[in-house]
């Protein structure tokens, strides 16, 4: 089974905080594409085995001096929304940063996250995102803070695992998520 690049499902709602446009995936007017060899959406050619090997990808948001944010995927530019786009995110430093997952459900049935395993069945089993970095207000990376809470909007088919701790590089600060999925 095949992964799908994550920003594919970039929730775009037209001026960043204010009016909503109905616009949710980067196929939305605006979004400049600048690397014609990994369009978004392009299928991954690894995936992780359950209990097996763990392929991982580095995803990466970050606004330039011009104010346009910018995706990366494992160090190439991909492509950019112009600052116009998302006036209400402006280019001062963050109050708040989020991670996650989601799922699709065309049906009252919600499929499986990541590998369908609940996050306490381990990094090997699980989804997990780890090595997780903001950039500080010179620009520089530094681990995602430790005061985070986590939402799960359907308890009963997914779950988040946050031990709220840094550990040693690779894994830096991380979380598993994922979960069977089922009744909606």
Known sequence: MNGYLLVRNFKYEGDGFGGKTGC?????KGYVQTNSLIPLGFIFPHTSTYGGDQWTATLQTMQDANGSWWLYYNDYALGYFPRELLPGLGSGPATSVGWGGETYRPTNVCPPMGSGHLPEEGIRK???MRAKKVMNQTRQPEDAPLNTSTIVDIPQNYRVLDAKVIS???DGRSF???GPGGNC
């Open 24 to 28: 949710y995936n980067t196929l939305c």
């Open 126 to 128: 699980a989804g997990f």
């Open 168 to 170: 040693p590089e690779p």
């Open 176 to 178: 598993l998520n994922g």
